[in-house]
């Protein structure tokens, strides 16, 4: 599967359900490489587009 960026919601779901498909790829294969790749994507996306706030740490 040849892996691009994540610029859309839609390409984002796509990307989650192919990972939630190979989840279990064994060491070693092109699926736990491909499953690395679409990882590092995913959160670069997340990152971006649902970003976490830092704590408040006055309290």
Known sequence: MKI???RTEKEYDLALERVNAIFDAKPDTNE?????ELV???EKYE???Y???EPNQDQ
């Open 4 to 6: 691009n960026a994540i």
């Open 32 to 36: 736990s490489k491909e499953l690395e």
């Open 40 to 42: 590092t994507l995913i």
């Open 51 to 53: 970003p976490i706030p």
């Open 47 to 49: 990152k971006t587009h």
